[in-house]
């Protein structure tokens, strides 16, 4: 079974700082890639930035120079650094990764249960 836990969620004014973690835990043979989507009250779920397993990067343009993704691959591990934050950022943000488990021969999508940034103007 593998788990995607998030941490680091919170409140914070605007123009400060948040560090996400996303551990990925259980049978686990590869992680091709680690993301981070995040979706706001009455709003779909968005795309933040994506990290692959070789360190290519790709990031909304909103969040463009103000949020950073890195990944620590011997840890399954997967942080977005997020620098002068709006009130616009305030949503709930999902951690993903698409993985291939210790059972299988297939990649599949897996998703963490959430973590709460909000950030007061």
């Known amino acids: 079974q593998v788990q995607l836990v998030e941490s680091g969620g919170g409140l914070v004014q605007a123009g400060g700082s948040l560090r996400l973690s996303c551990a990925a835990s259980?049978?686990?043979?590869?992680?091709?890639?680690m993301g981070w989507y995040r979706q706001a009250p009455g709003k779909q779920r968005d795309l933040v930035a994506t990290?692959?397993?070789?360190?290519?990067?790709m990031y909304a343009d909103s969040v463009k120079g103000r949020f950073t993704i890195s990944r620590d691959n011997a840890q399954n591990t997967a942080y977005l650094q997020m620098n002068s934050l709006k009130p616009e950022d305030t949503a709930v943000y999902y951690c993903?990764?698409?993985?291939?488990?210790?059972?299988?021969?297939?990649?599949?999508?897996?998703w963490g249960q959430g973590t709460q940034v909000t950030v007061s103007s």
């Open positions: 990290i692959t397993s070789g360190g290519t990067t």
């Open positions: 993903n990764a698409i993985l291939r488990s210790g059972t299988s021969v297939y990649t599949y999508a897996y």
């Open positions: 259980g049978s686990i043979f590869s992680i091709n890639v």
